[in-house]
């Protein structure tokens, strides 16, 4: 909440909560686990795509939880029962256009950068979960979006102009994901398959995803932001 007031700007929201209790005895330290917040890991060279990454050093609120931001476009939170939450702005971040003004006339949200944050955001999670103890076996992953109808009454859509978002907020019901060395790219099929289908997309048309193996391409997903100028629009 930006001058403590709430927030009014098209956002998408991550959550990933373990299951059953867990402690994390470096949250409130200087470092351990705030440094995963301040560099969490990423697909590619930091700040180049859609990441996590604020710039900004970890700082506290005694007792609940540790926080990164830059912003309003970005938020990193990790609380002490373990969940990890992460906010992202439409707007000068996973809109498209990037320019605010021009957001304003074509709300559009980048289903690539998405498909890409969903993933470091997974990934986050999957380093995160070396420093509780103990470490848990499945997570619960949610996700959401908030504002998405601006004052103009028009609704920020997907790719295409006809993928329109149905509602202005919604939440996705919550995935049950079980540890596994590919965790990341599991989680991060579940956040990505649910949020196209939101918007309209058949299933079969959900581009980087394996449906048979239930996770994300991220090779798919890698040679096609190597070979395509959006790297260079990422960028903050």
Known sequence: MPNGRPRSDPR?????EPDGRVQIPTLFAESGV????EEPPTLRPPTLGWDLWTLDTARHVAGKKAFVENGYRKRLALFTGGTLTFVASCIEFLG?????????????????????????????????????????????????????????????????????????????????????DDFAERAAYELVRQTYEWFGVEANAVPFVDHERR??????????????????????
């Open 34 to 37: 705030v440094e995963v917040l």
């Open 12 to 16: 998408f929201y991550l959550t990933a």
């Open 96 to 180: 498209w256009p990037r320019k605010p003004y021009q957001f304003l006339r074509d709300p559009g949200l980048n289903g690539v950068g998405l498909t890409e944050l969903a993933f470091n955001f997974a990934m986050t999670v999957a380093t995160v979960r070396e420093f509780m103890e103990p470490e848990p076996e499945r997570f619960t992953v949610r996700s959401g979006f908030r504002a998405l109808e601006l004052a103009t009454r028009a609704r920020v859509h997907l790719d295409r102009e006809e993928q329109v978002a149905p509602a202005a907020t919604h939440d996705f019901p919550p995935r049950t994901v079980e540890w596994a």
């Open 215 to 236: 996770v994300l391409d991220t090779a798919a997903l890698e040679a096609h932001l190597k070979g395509s100028n959006v790297a260079a629009l990422a960028a903050p």
